[in-house]
């Protein structure tokens, strides 16, 4: 579906709505504008954290990053890029204005309060790279301005996706990288039901209802059996309004598969290049790799492109799939499919050594909103807690090649899921204990 003009047509609205997605108050991108802007004036989200990291090699996360990207060579990305939280909310621009102390820093929420909060913790936290605009993703105008974009969770709240994406792709520059993140449909049936029923019950008939009210009915069925002790409940119980609020009475809500992500992004001139390994995929052991008995099943499988094996995986994994978080670029009429597949064997090819710097935490104060500096920085990154990457990573000297290294240690370096779910796990941004050798952070 192609994105024309400022307002949706009836007959458009009428053929997004779905069981799948909650598009109740979809009436517009206007209007749902309007509607996320007077939701996270009151609900805020998410909440200031209990603390902010930041590491004293002002180039160790840039360099993590290209390494994310397959990049082991560390130049996609520069130290000064130019970078746009695109949809920031209340923490996001300040821990990339922290990540990335080099680059310049934009950050845009259509929340004046979000965009508030953001700009008190950056001042307490003296942060100098970050500058913040109110602004809709719907409505931006930016144009090969920025290396690299994040977009995590926003473009899934908006009824007609391909408006701010297109706007995003048009602000990428050439070589740019776009870190995209929408809701995986196999993990939204529970919190997408539930934001529909309470819809219905408030603003039956086309009855008007607040927030307010909304958030009273939420709490109420929340507290009700047997929802109360549903597993589904779990995650939502005690936890802060911003929480709470988000999951279940967020205004609209789209939620993809990655076949339904795919076609969107190449509707608006990109191409999925690699799945971004994120914490919430870590904590349950999700990856987009798999495994079979059958030794034909597997070289079939593992012979697929890129986007059809993660598709599977997708649909055979449903709710223990990861999350839909991938980084995506300009399309290349080149591109071939098989990139992960040549980033393998680039990884398998090259020589590592340990990455390594320190970690300084800013600590929230109990009763207030401030951020002061722990006492003292910690070594980083902490122990891995899987034998055999541990055991990869202590043989990372510099002189050995990741192919002999898996060879010592008996990993079949034939199989895309053994050698891929190690370079997860030791060269990406969320596990940064590998640096390819040609060179260090504080080069």
Known sequence: MKYRGSELAVGQINRLRSDGDNLILAESPDVVDAANQEFYARFPYPWPPMSFPRLEDPNFETVMLNQSIGDFNHATIPADAKIWIAGCGANQAVYTALRFPKATIVGSDLSPTSLETTARNA??????????????????????EFDYIVNTGVITIMPVPEKPLSNMARALRANGVLELMVYNRFHRTFTTAFQKAVRTITRHNGRASSYEEEFAVAKAIAATEPMASSHHMWPFRNSHDSKFTDALIQPVELSYTVESLNTLVVECGLELMLPCYDQFSQAVGALWTMRFSATELQEQFDALPDVIRWQVANLLLLEKSPMLWFFVRHRRESNDGR??????????????????????????????????????????????????????????????SMRQILNELGVDITSHKAVTDVRVQTTTSHCPYLLSRIASPSN
Do not use: M
């Not at 605009?133 to 931006?140: A, G, K, T, Y």
């Not at 050594?353 to 104060?365: G, I, S």
């Not at 009763?367 to 055991?391: C, E, G, N, Q, T």
């Open 123 to 144: 001042n307490t936290l003296g942060i100098q790279n970050l500058t913040l605009r109110q602004e809709s993703l719907n409505d931006v105008t930016y144009c090969e």
């Open 339 to 400: 990139y992960e597949v040549r980033v393998r064997e680039e990884f398998l090819n090259r020589k590592f050594v340990r990455a390594t710097t320190n970690l300084r935490t800013y600590v929230r104060k109990a009763r207030d909103l401030d951020y002061k500096p722990s006492p003292s920085s910690i070594p980083y990154p902490f122990k891995h807690k899987d034998a055999l990457v541990r055991k990869v990573i202590d043989r990372a000297d510099g002189h050995l």
